[in-house]
């Protein structure tokens, strides 16, 4: 089955500094991983998506993530903060081709 | 509009009364889904239509809760004698029957 775990559910950090989102994840074959970001009062957004092709992946808004077979990780990353980034961000594993399994969510908050 | 849209926004009901959540996808998309988002929780899947075929009811939590899609587009969720639990952010999505899911921006649903 597959399933996966955010290991932080909080993440706090300054402007400017680099952010680092886990995600670990279970799967029983090579699997289909995503980044959704859900801004307040919006609604979810795709920010990257891993399907074998290369395992370093680019999203939008300079974030990207490192999917690792060994380590069964797919860590969010992103250089440098901004304050726009502050959000809900959520690892999420596609199931049985059609169904999405969602992470419980890590609340980034950013400080000036 | 381009995006999928759901209906009412915020929706505030008393206990034991039946509420019924709209969901209109992207036109053309084949595949929507219907997930809840409940405060310090993840996505949980609900219910799933695939064109003609029979919706996947796997993640309804009771019978209280239906689904129906008319005419193989718009979508209503229903839930009928709403209890205190049943509060959260449900949440449509609409995709061309791959991975890749786009999301309403959901209805707050609060039961008192």
């Known amino acids: 089955a597959q399933s996966v775990t955010q290991l932080d559910s909080h993440v706090s950090v300054s402007e400017g500094t680099p952010v680092l989102l886990r995600c670990n994840y279970s799967s029983s074959y090579s699997p289909s991983l995503f980044w959704y970001v859900q801004h307040p009062n919006k609604g979810l957004q795709l920010l990257l998506k891993?399907?074998?092709?290369?395992?370093l992946v680019k999203g939008i808004n300079g974030f990207e993530a490192e999917f690792k077979k060994s380590e069964t990780s797919f860590h969010l990353t992103k250089p440098s903060a901004h304050m726009s980034d502050a959000a809900e961000y959520f690892c999420?594993?596609?199931?049985?081709?059609?169904?999405?399994?969602f992470g419980t969510g890590t609340r980034l908050q950013v400080f000036p | 509009g381009a995006g999928v849209s759901q209906s009412p926004s915020n929706k505030v009901t008393e206990k034991g009364k039946d509420v019924e959540l709209r969901c209109d996808p992207i036109?053309?998309?084949?595949?929507l889904y219907w997930y809840r988002q409940s405060l310090g929780q993840g996505l949980e899947f609900l219910i799933y239509f695939q064109g003609n075929s029979a919706p996947d009811k796997s993640g309804l939590p009771s019978d209280r809760f239906s689904a129906e899609r008319t005419g193989g587009s718009v979508s209503t969720l229903t839930i009928q004698r709403t209890q205190q639990e049943d509060s959260a952010v449900y949440l449509c999505?609409?995709?061309?029957?791959?991975?890749?899911?786009?999301f309403g921006p959901g209805t707050r649903l609060t039961v008192l």
């Open positions: 891993y399907t074998s092709a290369a395992t």
């Open positions: 999505a609409s995709s061309l029957g791959g991975e890749l899911q786009f």
């Open positions: 036109s053309g998309h084949t595949a």
């Open positions: 999420v594993v596609l199931y049985n081709t059609d169904k999405l399994i």
